[in-house]
Each structure stands twice: as structure tokens, then as C-alpha cells.
């Protein structure tokens, strides 16, 4: 498993912003999907966004469309979530994520079996 680490969590008024950081050195070769998840107590874990490497697409859950927006520095290796006007709702643990894709055309899925997952970081948003 390849190491990944979250970074950028905390506490947060609605409405204000956080960026999540995600150290992905370890991905230095190949085509990956990474991801971003969150899971708040009580509920089951749910994708949050998709970046596919190489294409740099991107897709995103319903609840944060528009609002957050995933992306990638190639030279750091490191994988961002901005998340802007965060609402209470969104207090919840994020995990970075990633797992290897098989060729360049193929799709990424938050369902994937394979992923490799980071520890997570704390996102608390209070009204």
C-alpha cells in the first residue's frame, strides 16, 4: 500500500472555506483515480470527489457541486480539496484515496475494491 496523508482539517464557520491537502508522493509513476471521501459519525462513508490522472477530469458528488473542487499538483505530488462555502452538513472525517488505473480510457469510480486510503482529517463546520 502506497502511503497517503491527509492534511488541512479544522474547525470552521458555515460559510467560510478550508483546503485539504493530500500527500500522495508515493504515486511517482503510472495513471491513478484519487478521491476524496468523507464519513461523519453515524453514516457511511460517501464520495466526495474523482480526479483522473493524466486526463485531469474531474467529478463530484451532488451535495458539494459547486462548492468544492478537486485538483492535483504533479510536481508535488500532492492532491487538494477546496471547499467553499462549507455548511454544517459537511462535518465529517475526509480520506484521500487512490488506486491504480489499468489504461489510460479507463473511468474512475468512487466503488472501486482497490483503493489505498489515508488516515483521514477532521472537517467540523458549525453554524
Known amino acids: 500500500q502506497v502511503p497517503l496523508v491527509e492534511s488541512g482539517g479544522g474547525s470552521v464557520q458555515a460559510g467560510k472555506s478550508l483546503r485539504l491537502s493530500c500527500d500522495a508522493s508515493g504515486y511517482t509513476s503510472g495513471i491513478y483515480c484519487m478521491a476524496w471521501f468523507r464519513q461523519a459519525p453515524l453514516k457511511e462513508r460517501e464520495g466526495v470527489a474523482l480526479f483522473r490522472t493524466g486526463v485531469d477530469d474531474t467529478a463530484y458528488a451532488d451535495s458539494v457541486k459547486g462548492r468544492f473542487t478537486i485538483s492535483r499538483d504533479n510536481d508535488k505530488k500532492t492532491l487538494y480539496l477546496q471547499m467553499d462555502r462549507l455548511k454544517p452538513e459537511d462535518t465529517a472525517k475526509y480520506f484521500c484515496?487512490?488506486?491504480?488505473?489499468?489504461?489510460?480510457?479507463?473511468?474512475?469510480?468512487?466503488?472501486?475494491?482497490?483503493?489505498?486510503w489515508g488516515q483521514g482529517t477532521q472537517v467540523t463546520v458549525s453554524s
Open positions: 484515496a487512490a488506486y491504480p488505473r489499468t489504461n489510460y480510457y479507463q473511468s474512475c469510480i468512487f466503488t472501486a475494491p482497490n483503493y489505498d
